[in-house]
């Protein structure tokens, strides 16, 4: 789970990088190399035991020339302020290159969340709501679950800031459950829209998408419904998950010769994505130690973990028969690694592409609350398809025009959109 590099300075070379292609101004580049606002915050929470326990919390607005700040709040116990501003950064990008009016926002806990009760979970998030309010809202910075966080928290955090500003605020938050504000597809939308641009990128490539296999990292929320879809949309096989084993604290890959069946692994796997090794067993599940999943022979690569995976040492690891890399993780290659999928002609679909399905789905769930109308489930992941298909061949396009890297073509759609809107606005 070690991280390799710090991702704000990564995220800030990936940046630079385009900035260098583009020419780009060193005023704008100077405002969009930092986030504009930064919140570091102290939340005090009464355990069940009695005791007082102080966590700390973050939240990151980094630009919102195109609209609110939107991102999620992720609870973990490494993250830091540089997880978050790369966080926040990202989801600017992410939110341009989607093309949604929202800007980039990102918010965590330093906590373990497998740690707490229910209830503690419950005035954790409560807290941080209590310290944020006046400096989030529908129309300034609309926060959503990410690593840690579930539809839940979101529905309890709704409320705190519904009790604080005296009225039903749906829209201050996304990712709520279904009957508390909630959209019909956003429990599957970032795993689906993974496989709307691998559908894309393999009609780019020829590839027939019935004969190829994956391997995927992790097994949250992304993981699973990127698993879903790969066999189901895509008719190919699934070689393995992999998950953080708290208990024995290292991450095993799972894996199974006729392919993993999501479903069943779904029965046996925890709210953060931890797997019953055990019954995996039972079932015939071969297990295995470490980086696993990165080694298997498998043509399309899926990263849905954390941030600096896919790095140096072990890019080195993955299979020659690997065309494609759909990163469904926030940051998951770092720059390094992306030297060798380049020289290895690798195809990217770049994480603020791959994974905007989410808050693409978001953003829906916030146009559903203003109408208060709400769409079926096949209206949502219609609409989702679309806003997918055309993001992935507006960056395909770039790519070829200007003969760079998936990641260069998306940085350079998305850098575009947001400098536009800041010269509209008057900022540059
Ligand atoms: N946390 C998700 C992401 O990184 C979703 C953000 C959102 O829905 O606002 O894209």
Same mark, same amino acid.
């Given at each position: 789970?070690?991280?390799?590099?710090?991702?704000?300075?990564?995220?800030?070379?990936?940046?630079?990088?385009?900035?260098?292609?583009?020419?780009?101004?060193?005023?704008?580049?100077?405002?969009?190399?930092?986030?504009?606002?930064?919140?570091?915050?102290?939340?005090?929470?009464?355990?069940?035991?009695?005791?007082?326990?102080?966590?700390?919390?973050?939240?990151?607005?980094?630009?919102?020339?195109?609209?609110?700040?939107?991102?999620?709040?992720?609870?973990?116990?490494?993250?830091?302020?540089?997880?978050?501003?790369?966080?926040?950064?990202?989801?600017?990008?992410?939110?341009?290159?989607?093309?949604?009016?929202?800007?980039?926002?990102?918010?965590?806990?330093?906590?373990?969340?497998?740690?707490?009760?229910?209830?503690?979970?419950?005035?954790?998030?409560?807290?941080?709501?209590?310290?944020?309010?006046?400096?989030?809202?529908?129309?300034?910075?609309?926060?959503?679950?990410?690593?840690?966080?579930?539809?839940?928290?979101?529905?309890?955090?709704?409320?705190?800031?519904? %009790?604080?500003?005296?009225?039903?605020?749906?829209?201050?938050?996304?990712?709520?459950?279904?009957?508390?504000?909630?959209?019909?597809?956003?429990?599957?939308?970032?795993?689906?829209?993974?496989?709307?641009?691998?559908?894309?990128?393999?009609?780019?490539?020829?590839?027939?998408?019935?004969?190829?296999?994956?391997?995927?990292?992790?097994?949250?929320?992304?993981?699973?419904?990127?698993?879903?879809?790969?066999?189901?949309?895509?008719?190919?096989?699934?070689?393995?998950?992999?998950?953080?084993?708290?208990?024995?604290?290292?991450?095993?890959?799972?894996?199974?010769?006729?392919?993993?069946?999501?479903?069943?692994?779904?029965?046996?796997?925890?709210?953060?994505?931890?797997?019953?090794?055990?019954?995996?067993?039972?079932?015939?599940?071969?297990?295995?130690?470490?980086?696993?999943?990165?080694?298997?022979?498998?043509?399309?690569?899926?990263?849905?973990?954390?941030?600096?995976?896919?790095?140096?040492?072990?890019?080195? %690891?993955?299979?020659?028969?690997?065309?494609?890399?759909?990163?469904?993780?926030?940051?998951?290659?770092?720059?390094?690694?992306?030297?060798?999928?380049?020289?290895?002609?690798?195809?990217?679909?770049?994480?603020?592409?791959?994974?905007?399905?989410?808050?693409?789905?978001?953003?829906?769930?916030?146009?559903?609350?203003?109408?208060?109308?709400?769409?079926?489930?096949?209206?949502?992941?219609?609409?989702?398809?679309?806003?997918?298909?055309?993001?992935?061949?507006?960056?395909?396009?770039?790519?070829?025009?200007?003969?760079?890297?998936?990641?260069?073509?998306?940085?350079?759609?998305?850098?575009?959109?947001?400098?536009?809107?800041?010269?509209?606005?008057?900022?540059?």
């Amino acid at each position: 789970m070690a991280v390799s590099t710090n991702a704000f300075e990564m995220a800030q070379r990936q940046f630079d990088h385009v900035a260098d292609l583009l020419k780009l101004d060193p005023q704008v580049r100077e405002i969009l190399r930092w986030p504009a606002r930064e919140f570091h915050f102290r939340i005090p929470v009464v355990m069940d035991d009695g005791t007082t326990r102080v966590f700390t919390g973050f939240r990151v607005q980094h630009n919102d020339a195109r609209g609110p700040n939107k991102g999620g709040i992720r609870f973990h116990p490494s993250e830091t302020i540089d997880t978050v501003r790369a966080l926040a950064t990202w989801m600017t990008w992410k939110c341009a290159v989607a093309d949604i009016p929202l800007g980039g926002g990102k918010g965590g806990i330093i906590v373990d969340p497998a740690t707490l009760s229910v209830a503690e979970k419950e005035r954790l998030v409560r807290g941080w709501v209590d310290v944020m309010w006046r400096n989030i809202g529908p129309r300034q910075d609309v926060p959503a679950p990410d690593v840690g966080t579930t539809p839940q928290m979101m529905g309890w955090m709704m409320d705190e800031y519904s %009790k604080l500003v005296g009225q039903y605020t749906p829209g201050v938050i996304t990712g709520k459950p279904l009957g508390g504000g909630g959209s019909l597809g956003r429990t599957e939308a970032t795993g689906y829209g993974v496989i709307y641009t691998v559908r894309e990128a393999m009609k780019h490539l020829k590839m027939d998408s019935t004969k190829c296999v994956a391997a995927i990292q992790g097994f949250g929320n992304v993981a699973q419904y990127a698993a879903i879809g790969f066999i189901e949309m895509l008719g190919g096989k699934v070689a393995c998950v992999s998950y953080y084993d708290r208990e024995d604290r290292v991450s095993y890959t799972v894996s199974h010769k006729d392919g993993i069946d999501p479903h069943f692994l779904m029965t046996i796997t925890d709210q953060y994505g931890s797997i019953d090794k055990k019954k995996a067993i039972e079932a015939g599940y071969q297990i295995e130690e470490g980086d696993a999943w990165i080694t298997k022979e498998a043509d399309v690569l899926i990263p849905s973990a954390l941030e600096g995976q896919i790095n140096a040492e072990t890019v080195q %690891k993955i299979s020659p028969r690997v065309r494609i890399v759909a990163e469904g993780a926030n940051g998951p290659t770092t720059p390094e690694a992306d030297e060798v999928f380049k020289s290895k002609n690798i195809f990217v679909i770049p994480d603020f592409l791959a994974n905007a399905g989410g808050v693409t789905c978001s953003y829906f769930e916030g146009v559903q609350n203003d109408m208060n109308y709400y769409w079926t489930k096949e209206e949502v992941l219609s609409r989702l398809d679309t806003k997918m298909t055309q993001a992935f061949h507006g960056v395909l396009e770039m790519s070829l025009a200007q003969k760079v890297y998936m990641r260069d073509a998306a940085y350079m759609v998305a850098i575009a959109r947001v400098v536009k809107a800041m010269e509209l606005r008057g900022w540059i």
